[in-house]
Structures are given as structure tokens and as C-alpha cells.
């Protein structure tokens, strides 16, 4: 009898192994919103962009604190996804605009909850004609969406492309507005559209 459970208990275990289908991002392969897949950074392309990173123009200033997030799954019913999410903080002309830094460790939020969040991987992402694209075709740059942090339907975007200058880490990063809901037609993300040089703290 005891062989007989310990049967079952390997072919449970082996049973719920062959149910989780790694998808790696990027890759552009179908997948289905179901438990059973799980989109992974398998190269671990988000560990370079975790951090914090600084973009700093005279008394103007931006700081990105960036994390991988592993695992994540937005509804019981969805794929497990992992995501490059954070929090910022931004001040223009000595003014703090916003800053949502101390949500970064706070354990009640997670995912698409950060301000910063996202996980497309891009080789030619559209950019605006006032952010510059030095990359190549093989480089992968990871697009997020960034929230306001008060204004539920405002959001930007942001196009990531990560530098190493001679052992000086940076990211080069497009910001802009791409707010298109809300009752407000007025309604912006805080920091202006733009092309910005974060360097890493």
C-alpha cells in the first residue's frame, strides 16, 4: 500500500511539472491566459535595468528605482508573467512634482499596481522623433507603462535602452505621455516628453 501512494505522489508531482509551460519573453510565441504558462525573463534581460538610476539637468531631477518582479500572475485565472516594475520621482526646478519612492518595498503592491510597470521586450520600438535610438536591431530595449500617481487614467510610456559607458552604467530612456482615457482632455503624466541619460546610484 505504501508503494502504491508513493506511486501516486510521483505521478502527481511529475503530473504538475508537465502542466507549467515556460514561455520565454520575447520569444513571440502563442500563449494562452491560463495558469499552466509562465512568460520568464530566461536570460535575465530585466537584471540590468534593476536599480535606481538618476537623470539630472541643473535643479531638475528624475529618479527611477527599478525591480524584477518574478511570478507575477494578474488574476487567478492568467498566465504567471515576470515584470520590470518600479517607482519614480520627479522634480522640476527644485519643485517635487511626484514621487511614489516609498511604494517600491511596500509588500501590499505588486505588479502592474507599481507606478512603473511592464515587460515588452522590443528590438525596433517606435519612438517620437525628439528621443534619439543609438541601439541596433539586436539590442532589446523593454517598453513600461508609467502611471501618474494620482490620476487613475494617466499614463505614459517609456522606452528603455541600457548603456554601459566605459563601465558607467546609464539608460537611455524615451518618456512620453499616452494618456487616452479620462474625463480630463487636458490630463499629462508629470515629466515632459523627452529623451533622458539616467546614470545608476
Given at each position: 500500500?505504501?508503494?502504491?501512494l508513493n506511486i501516486l505522489l510521483l505521478l502527481s508531482i511529475l503530473s504538475c511539472k508537465a502542466?507549467?509551460?515556460?514561455?520565454?519573453?520575447?520569444?513571440?510565441?502563442?500563449?494562452?491566459?491560463?495558469?499552466?504558462?509562465?512568460?520568464?525573463?530566461?536570460?535575465?534581460?530585466?537584471?540590468?535595468?534593476?536599480?535606481?538610476?538618476?537623470?539630472?539637468?541643473?535643479?531638475?531631477?528624475?529618479?527611477?528605482?527599478?525591480?524584477?518582479?518574478?511570478?507575477y500572475q494578474a488574476a487567478s485565472n492568467y498566465n504567471y508573467v515576470d515584470l520590470l516594475v518600479?517607482?519614480?520621482?520627479?522634480?522640476?526646478?527644485?519643485?517635487?512634482?511626484?514621487?511614489?519612492?516609498?511604494?517600491?518595498?511596500?509588500?501590499?503592491?505588486?505588479?502592474?499596481?507599481?507606478?512603473?510597470?511592464?515587460?515588452?521586450?522590443?528590438?525596433?520600438?517606435?519612438?517620437?522623433?525628439?528621443?534619439?535610438?543609438?541601439?541596433?536591431?539586436?539590442?532589446?530595449?523593454?517598453?513600461?507603462?508609467?502611471?501618474?500617481?494620482?490620476?487613475?487614467?494617466?499614463?505614459?510610456?517609456?522606452?528603455?535602452?541600457?548603456?554601459?559607458?566605459?563601465?558607467?552604467?546609464?539608460?537611455?530612456?524615451?518618456?512620453?505621455?499616452?494618456?487616452?482615457?479620462?474625463?480630463?482632455?487636458?490630463?499629462?503624466?508629470?515629466?515632459?516628453?523627452?529623451?533622458?541619460?539616467?546614470?545608476?546610484?
Open positions: 500500500m505504501k508503494q502504491i502542466q507549467t509551460i515556460i514561455v520565454p519573453l520575447g520569444s513571440g510565441q502563442d500563449f494562452e491566459k491560463t495558469p499552466n504558462y509562465y512568460l520568464k525573463d530566461v536570460n535575465n534581460e530585466f537584471g540590468k535595468f534593476a536599480g535606481t538610476w538618476k537623470y539630472q539637468n541643473g535643479n531638475t531631477q528624475i529618479i527611477f528605482k527599478l525591480k524584477k518582479e518574478e511570478h518600479g517607482e519614480y520621482q520627479y522634480i522640476q526646478n527644485g519643485v517635487e512634482k511626484a514621487n511614489t519612492l516609498l511604494d517600491f518595498d511596500n509588500l501590499l503592491i505588486s505588479g502592474y499596481k507599481h507606478k512603473i510597470s511592464g515587460r515588452i521586450f522590443s528590438h525596433r520600438p517606435w519612438l517620437p522623433n525628439y528621443c534619439i535610438n543609438n541601439s541596433i536591431p539586436a539590442e532589446i530595449k523593454i517598453e513600461l507603462f508609467i502611471n501618474h500617481p494620482t490620476q487613475e487614467y494617466t499614463e505614459g510610456r517609456i522606452v528603455l535602452r541600457y548603456v554601459n559607458d566605459n563601465g558607467v552604467e546609464k539608460l537611455e530612456a524615451c518618456i512620453y505621455d499616452y494618456t487616452t482615457m479620462g474625463d480630463n482632455p487636458n490630463a499629462r503624466i508629470d515629466i515632459p516628453d523627452g529623451y533622458y541619460v539616467f546614470v545608476k546610484q
